[in-house]
């Protein structure tokens, strides 16, 4: 995946493309992979970076969606239960069989959830995860054991699973490349091409070198999430909006607050919400929170009483309460949700099912869903777009079409599992030359040959992009992530032929993002090479 190759192939395209796709996103991914799939010509373009906006924001779950159970909507259970099951097959080396448990400490807990998550199961059919089934206190105890234990009568587990988004998102993108389809970040669409009132393309801004485009192409789907009403108000100013954003909250705590391997699942918290404790890489992601918003942007920034609920939920179940000081990282995404159509305000009530509009251009605007799904809303996209654009292509493949990288043999446990069958080729730069094979901070994993893998190999463009999205680290600790600023900065200037000018502006840019993932703010400690 190398952005320069992608834009010349883009500069030199003669043909309209078959479908063009903005945004890149899980949505816009997994459409542009299912175009490409099926053999026809697919770019997509993103303004930012690949999973910049919700997509790297989940809850990190591949899951059927159990309180989706609990309000009883079958056929999105059904659905989401069996995408979870082809995804971990497709990518083995990013979703992991996790179990979960509800704990109880009410007499009706136990056979209330183990009838409704038996039911759970059976909607998984055969691609269930392992079977739900009613757990004594000490096993509880065992599987979570800082969870309170007054008036604990035991618990319940059930399996789900449990990935990393936005290296999927990377993943994905590469598998669209290698099977002919293009993949472009930092390219902003910036208004519709229309020929007789039909979308016939799209203008759009490299945000790099503020070269323009003009880019045709037979049918152009609307993946951008949040900001589906922005492009639909390109093509009809006056239209009413798709989307609500409604936003989630999650805290990263480092492990001696949930220690284990298993993930804590409240059903019901004080307001009626469902609250999640699930290991990750080496730390415990809560979460999380559903705020309806009016406005959106691609970096929404926890609110005070989020944090709070946050905060004060996990004090009620863990025996030790974290507090603000304890929290290594704060991120906040937004789901774009349908918009409620009569009076209701409540977020919590609107359907997560995905909805496909066609507008009357024939510009095809997907949306809502969730990570877990982006396979099927793909699939359904493209039958669309087939139709619309009377595009001759193969049936779709991509139940059974494994994501770059998929390949179990790195135990999750290994810090660089999540490259899957790319690992070996990144120690291998290691070898070939030694600072590569270098720590890029003496008390964190990464190695410097992660950060020329990502320039050379996943069109990391800028320390963000390897810092959030490549490497989880911006996510996890946010303190780490700027104190490897200033290394990352200058291996990617290297890579990316950069100047000193560059690498002092990225690192500054980057403490200002990295201190809105902290509660309170964090000066970096220069070294002595940096002071001079
Ligand atoms: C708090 C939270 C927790 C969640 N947890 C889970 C979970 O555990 N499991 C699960 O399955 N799902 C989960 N979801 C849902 C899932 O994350 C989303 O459904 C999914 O990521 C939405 O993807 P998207 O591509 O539609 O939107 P986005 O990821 O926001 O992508 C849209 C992209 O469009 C780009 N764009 C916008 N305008 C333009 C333009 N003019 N030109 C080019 N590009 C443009 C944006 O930059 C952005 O990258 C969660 C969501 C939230 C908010």
């Known amino acids: 995946m190398k952005r320069d190759e992608s834009l010349d192939r883009v500069r030199s395209q003669q043909q309209p493309y078959d479908v063009l796709v903005i945004g890149g996103g899980a ?34 779950l591949v899951h059927g969606g159990v309180r989706y159970l609990a309000q009883g909507d079958i056929a999105l259970v059904r659905e989401a239960c069996r995408e979870r099951g082809l995804l971990q097959k497709n990518a083995r080396h990013l979703v992991k069989n996790e179990t979960f448990v509800i704990p109880a400490y009410k007499w009706w807990t136990k056979p209330f959830y183990t009838i409704g998550l038996t039911m759970y199961d059976v909607l998984a059919g055969s691609l269930s995860l392992g079977r739900s089934l009613p757990v004594s206190r000490k096993d509880t105890i065992r599987r979570l054991p800082t969870v309170k234990k007054n008036k604990l009568s035991g618990g319940v587990k059930y399996h789900d699973g449990q990935f990393d988004d936005s290296r999927l998102a990377i993943n994905v993108a590469q598998t669209t490349e290698e099977l002919g389809g293009t993949v472009i970040n930092y390219m902003k669409v910036t208004g519709l091409l229309k020929t007789n009132g039909k979308v016939s393309g799209v203008t759009a801004v490299d945000q790099e070198s503020g070269e323009a485009f003009t880019i045709n192409a037979k049918t152009v789907v609307n993946a951008t999430g949040v900001f589906v009403d922005d492009i639909l108000s390109m093509d009809q100013p006056e239209h009413k909006n798709m989307v609500r954003p409604s936003q989630g909250v999650h805290l990263v705590l480092d492990k001696e607050f949930f220690p284990g391997e298993d993930a804590l699942m409240i059903p019901k918290t004080s307001d009626g919400r469902v609250l999640f404790a699930v290991p990750w890489h080496d730390k415990v992601v809560v979460g999380t929170t559903d705020t309806p918003l009016d406005e959106h942007s691609l970096e929404p920034k926890a609110l005070e009483e ?65 990570w877990t799904t982006f396979r099927k809303m793909g699939e359904d996209t493209i039958d669309k777009a087939i139709k619309i654009g009377e595009l001759s292509a193969q049936k779709c493949g991509t139940e059974t079409l494994p994501i770059h990288g998929s390949e179990q043999t790195h135990p999750f446990s290994d810090p660089m599992y999540f490259y899957g069958s790319d690992k070996d080729r990144i120690l291998q730069l290691g070898k070939e030359n030694e600072r590569f094979g270098e720590k890029i901070h003496a008390d964190h994993p990464y190695l410097i040959a992660e950060v020329v893998w990502a320039v050379r190999n996943e069109m990391a463009r800028n320390v963000e992009d390897f810092l959030a999205r490549r490497t989880r680290v911006l996510f996890l600790d946010a303190r780490a992530a700027i104190d490897m600023a200033p290394v990352v900065a200058e291996v990617m200037a290297a890579e990316l032929g950069k100047n000193d000018t560059w690498i002092s502006e990225q690192i500054e840019d980057f403490v200002k993002l990295a201190n809105r993932y902290l509660l309170e703010e964090y000066k970096p400690v220069l070294t002595e090479k940096e002071h001079n």
Not at 31 to 59: I, V
Not at 353 to 367: D, F, N, R, Y
């Open 306 to 370: 989020e944090i709070e609920f946050i905060l004060a939920t996990a004090k009620e179940y863990l025996i030790q309460a974290p507090t603000r000081k304890d929290v290594k990282s704060v991120f906040a995404g937004l789901r774009p949700l349908a918009a409620p159509q009569g009076d209701s305000q409540k977020t919590k009530e609107i359907s997560r099912s995905h909805k496909l509009l066609v507008s009357e251009s024939g510009l095809l605007t997907m949306t809502g869903g969730k």
């Open 27 to 60: 949505t816009g991914l997994g459409t542009a992979l299912d175009a490409a799939s099926r053999g026809l010509t697919a770019l997509l373009l993103e303004q930012h970076d690949f999973a910049k906006g919700t997509s790297s924001r989940s809850t990190k």
